[in-house]
Structures are given as C-alpha cells and as structure tokens.
C-alpha cells in the first residue's frame, strides 16, 4: 500500500557532523512537510512545500538547517553543522495538495547529536 | 492566535470506558480540525476530522464534537480498548488553500484492561 518512506530511521551522529535526511512522499503527492518532534515543543512544522517550490520554511533555523526537493519523489532535510539540541525525532509527511488538507506521516528519523 | 490548545496531557481510563480529549483554538480562519493518532516509534496517523459547518462527526468509536461559538471541538472514543492506548493530537488548518497544520501539543491515553 502506499506510505511515506523515510531514511535513515535512526541516525546517531557526533556534534558538528552534516546529517542528511531523506524523505520519498507517496506517489502522486504533490505537497511535503517537514516535521520535528520533541517532548518539549511537540510536532513543530520546520518547511513545506507545494509542487517542489518551497512555500514555507520560516519553522526552519536557517543557519544550519535547509531543505529541498531535487525531484518530485525525493525530499531532502539537512543539518550542517549539527548540534545536541538538534536531537529529536523528524517526520515527513505528504499530501495530495490542491486543497486536500489531509497529511500522511512517514516513520520518522531518530536523530541523536552527541 | 495560531495556537491550539489541547487538554489533558494526559489520560488514563478503564477498558470500555469513554476518554474525552479537548481542544481550543482562537483564531476564527481555521476550518478544518483533525485528529491524529501515534503509536510509539511510529509516526501520527490521520483518523478522523471535522469542518466547521457540522457538530459532530463519527466514525467507528470515534467522535468528534464541534462548538464553533466557544471555539472548541472534541474527541471521543466510545467502548475504549487496550489497543487504543496511543497519544492523540488535535490540529487545525486555516481556510484559504494552505494545506498547513498547527498541532496540540498532544495527549498520551492509556487504557488499561
């Protein structure tokens, strides 16, 4: 059946190290979210985007975090340089757009910064 | 005004019991409220949602109650099971053509047998 995909699923990873985050939206979904979870802050939306273009990235800290779809079956989430305070979980999630509101989770990458 | 609040954070109810969790939000442009379910280690599941134009909504065990002049809405689960034991989050999405979603902050349920 179709589902989100994403990988890795756990990734633990030293302070200052790059971490690349990969997300496969479900086929013919053509609007992707970027999620990150935490006990503290609960699901926060960090970019979305609408037919490949970024729409909003403004939940993102620009300075280390950045996103893009290099094609319409492939999402990217990157951290450079990561930090401690990075460590959460992260999901993407997909959706059919043109104003369908539902969203579909992927399983999420347990990211560990040490 | 982008907030939802959800209560309690958390709940513990008999098997066969009919846990109530609560949301409230402000901002009077959203139209669109979901609840979402997630299992530990899994990511949240859509399972049921409400457009404003309606008071309730069910499907299977669960219910969803809207108030739209107290800006509140609500979800039930009737004849609660251990498989139901999960965290829940409510979310709203403003009108307009913005797929975007502002969660609760969540709600762990546990049902004991």
């Known amino acids: 059946d179709a589902r989100v995909t994403q990988t890795p699923r756990h990734k633990v990873t030293e302070m200052g190290q790059e971490v690349t985050m990969r997300c496969q939206p479900i086929l013919g979904h053509n609007t992707v979210f970027w999620y990150r979870q935490t006990m503290m802050q609960g699901l926060e939306l960090l970019a979305y985007f609408r037919n490949r273009a970024p729409l909003d990235d403004s939940g993102m800290p620009k300075d280390r975090f950045s996103a893009e779809m290099p094609d319409a079956t492939l999402a990217t989430l990157k951290i450079q340089p990561s930090e401690p305070r990075d460590s959460a979980v992260y999901f993407c999630?997909?959706?059919?757009?043109?104003?369908?509101?539902?969203?579909?989770f992927g399983p999420g990458t347990r990211l560990t910064v040490t | 005004q982008q907030q939802v609040k959800q209560s309690p954070q958390s709940l513990i109810v008999q098997k066969g019991g009919i846990p109530i969790i609560n949301c409230a939000y402000e901002?009077?442009?959203?139209?669109?409220f979901p609840w979402y379910q997630q299992f530990p280690g899994k990511g949240p599941a859509l399972l049921i949602a409400?457009?404003?134009?309606?008071s309730e909504k069910k499907e299977g065990r669960f219910t969803i109650s809207f108030n739209k002049s107290a800006k509140q809405f609500s979800l039930h689960i009737m004849d609660s099971q251990p498989g139901d034991s999960a965290t829940y989050f409510c979310a709203a999405s403003l009108m307009g053509g913005s797929e975007k979603l502002v969660f609760g902050k969540g709600t762990k349920l546990t049902v004991n047998p």
């Open positions: 999630a997909s959706g059919l757009g043109r104003g369908a509101r539902e969203q579909y």
């Open positions: 409400i457009r404003p134009d309606v």
């Open positions: 901002n009077t442009a959203f139209d669109y």
